[in-house]
RNA sequence: GCGCGAGUAGCUCAGCUGGCUAGAGCACACCCCUGAUAAGGGUGAGGUCGAAGGUUCGAGUCCUUUCUCGCGCACCA
């Protein structure tokens, strides 16, 4: 018997089965760096319509962990997909450099080091310049390594001219900013309660804050009334002693700087007697505080309404003075005794409290945690956290202690420090978003809620409601730090104490800073930072300002500031177009990022940097729980591009609901690798199927057919019209920010309608049809057309797969298919016949058949005849294919059968190339049993 | 405490405005192929849709209550 495997067209391709994503992949980075694709793309979208994605820029602190790997991921995901829809996509990567991170970390290494010590030794200049040198290093060594990180996750992008935030050029445009925001009024100075850290000296935003659990002491305190017939009268009793008013605090140390007691008008108070001594207390509380105390003896004297108490005095009692009992509708019932100590100085409440009672915002506390001389000198220059103590000793001794326990409460701490703050008041710069801008009148909060509500778009819609809630409830913006490394608020103090800072002047240091850059600050006196201003044409500017006579304050910006500025220093600054298309941060941002640009966005401009919001959750392992280096359940994007590479870890990104939590488990990327080897295989097997096939370009016409011409019952026009609704389908899912939906689409495609169907249906044709028939023809053109268009579809998802397909199809090293665009395959006028689908429930119902005759001794589907019901002739049209798509050796459509059956063919004769026994099968000249069309293919 | 989201096969998820025996992929089991071969094809078994009530002719889908998980916000004087 002649051999006849030599005469097939079995597959061949260099492309092979196995990926070795993690050695391929970087020399993709080379070969694309090589051929600068993203110059090339710019270049080749010049004058296409603008689609701006802006970058939000990581802290350049640290390696970039798997959080980051999904949020760049989706960005390239993002600018990717646009790019190759054909529009105008620059994206500038960017890092955020200055603030306490990284001086936090500076100043701890400069300490372990020594270096710290000779800090002392100069002026305060020199100091924060020495600081600011060292921070500038680290940060820059870290977008280095980051920058390599990020682009080893074949992220495309300006990756030679990204922005950093520390840059001048940033810094002068964040400036601009800042002064079109005082030219609104927006901006302010007042002294205010703020979160303060002790440990690092400064004040921090709610960004900044941790809330942890913390032990406390808490007291309950008896402030004596200063008059006990004022009492008397508001009780309607009479009394022997003078009674008191009983307080519950958890921070005892704000205590000298209580001004006031607060209650609620609508609470019943009681006059009690307890242990003999008579005190004031909330009605509802009276048993809970007793029966903590485990007071033996309770009397309940009186009630009165909250309202009578209004107006009444006690002595504080341990500062000589009296304070008023005055009325604030948070006190509640929940915990202490009904009224609540307030410290205008030391707690936001309190501190709107004391500016609606006239109190004074007192605060005693000085910036390093100690009192400063207005206190009982028992406590002066003491630290506060050790005067809880002291004070709460002091008041068992003078009696006024009713109760002491400890107290566990969740209670702000310092991001970075890990250390309790407090609140304290100290002058800061506000931006104030209940503020009218001299633009128009409205408040930033206002335009804020305005423009979530009207002009911007929320993926996932409920972003809308979250923000917007954020917006109406937040204070007043904090933008004040009292650090060295970063941005300075360029102000000055003149020598009446007074502040010197105008827009003008502000642009004027701008001036300054974009040539020198913020250093400048530091190392240059006023006269020469406000060289380039002149008073006298300042309509802001005081009366007989004297620059030489100013001295520099030392605030700098809130880091958020800064950030929260890019949309003017990289978008506007560098005519990328403005606003963005999108923004895309993690919901974390919702007061971070996406909050603090929007607000100076509204203040500068009016109108907000983003159209669109997108927000994704964040990475949890696969139990759910939060994922942390302590706990070790982290996954280092290292290990992942080792592992699996770059391709599988964004194919998998890409299968996200990502506005959920994600939970993320080596074992997914795994997973995520199976379904990547599918789709890479179907494409291998497309390419190893055209190795002889030269495709028509526009300078050869190569061994194509006309897609007009394949007829639309065949099963290449049914696999081309699947190929169009697939690029419509991911196209359209793209746009709509649904990567998952393309993941999946893209998954189907080369699960089913490639590789369990078309392909499996071809493979005869391909291999023993003659190599340049007709129909084999038209079925390669098909072929490429997929690869070619699925290539592209692929592209965002997976970069380096995606080229190296469209190489491999192309034969050629010196194309790329990042720099292609969608092949709108629906704009072909692809004619694919409507009963395809009855074609399809006929091909399973004939596989049902084949079950049942496999029971019966059936094995091999070639051995097989598959008669199949056609009652109203519908399936006529397709008999040529249907054996194919069966696998099977005949097709008999049958109008008058109600089942589909199968018959046994094994006693019929068998090709010995094709082992198809499709009755045409007889002896050949060679001497083979051939059928006719492979006695044509070998031509005997 | 308030708000948001989620709880559907072992796993990851679909199930829009309520309507035929609740779907997909993976994994699993069985079978076939051995000319995509550390590949390919076919078939199948898996779920009382977190729980309890209610509305309805009919609810995974609406309402109420409740449990669990996650997130955000606030409070913690």
Redesign the pocket.
Known sequence: MPD??AT?N??KTDFP?KASLAQNEPLSLKRWSEIDVYGKLRAAREGKPRWVFHDGPPYANGSIHIGHMMNKSLKDIVVRSRSMEGLDCPYVPGWDCHGLPIEHKVMTEMVESGKAKKLDEITPDQRRMAVRRECAKYAEKFIKLQAGQMQRLLTIGDYANPYRTMAPEYEAAALEVFARLIEEGLVYRDKKPVHWSVANRTALA?AELE?EDRV?L?VYVDFEAESREAVERAFGVELDATPSFM?????PW?LPANLAI?VNERYRYSLVRVDGAETIMASDLVAKVTGAAKVEKVEVLAETDGAKLVGLRYRHPFVDRTNPVVHAE???L???TGL????PGH????YRTGLKEGLAIYCPVREDGTYDDSVPEWLRGKDIWSANAKIVEYLRESGHLFFDHK?S????HDWRSKTPVIFRATEQWFVGVDRPAKRDGATLRHAAVEAVERNVDFVPS?GR??LR??LE?RPDWCISRQRAWGLPIPSFARPDGSVFMTPASVRAVAAAFAARGSDAWFLETPAQLLAGYDASKDPQAPKDLDVAALTKLYDIFDVWFEAGSSWNAVLRARNLGFPAELYLEG??Q??GWFQLSLLPSLGAMGVPPFKRILTH??M?D?N???MSKSVGNTIEVEDLMKDVGADVARWWVS???Y?????VDMD?FR?AG??Y??VR??I??LL?NLADFAPRTVEEKGDAVELSSIPPTSIDAWALAETAKLERAVRDAYAALDFRSAHLAI??FC??T????Y??AT??RL??DRKDAPRRRATQTVMFTIVDALSRLLAPLMPHTADEAFRSLWRSDGCCVHLETYRKLDELGIRCDERWGAVLQAR?AG??A??VA?RDGL???LDAEVTLPDPNGELRPFLADLPDLL?VSRVVLDPAATASSVRDLRAEPRC????KRDGTVRARSDGGLLSDRDALAIGV
């Open positions: 006849y495997k097939l079995l597959p089965m709610e809330y406390d808490s307080i519950w605090t958890t921070t704000t607060a948070y006190v509640t929940e915990d202490g609540v100590h307030t410290a707690g936001t409440e309190d107290f409460h969740s209670y702000p409920w409601n979250r809630g954020m409830s919901s974390d919702h007061r959750g964040f949890v696969k759910g729980r939060k299968s996200l609901a506005e959920d939590d994600i939970k997914y997973v199976e379904s080897r599918k295989n179907t291998r097997f190893s998954y189907d699960n089913d490639m590789s369990a169907i392909c499996a493979k005869d291999y023993c399973s596989f049902a084949m079950e496999k094995e091999n589907p696998g010995e190339r094709s082992w």
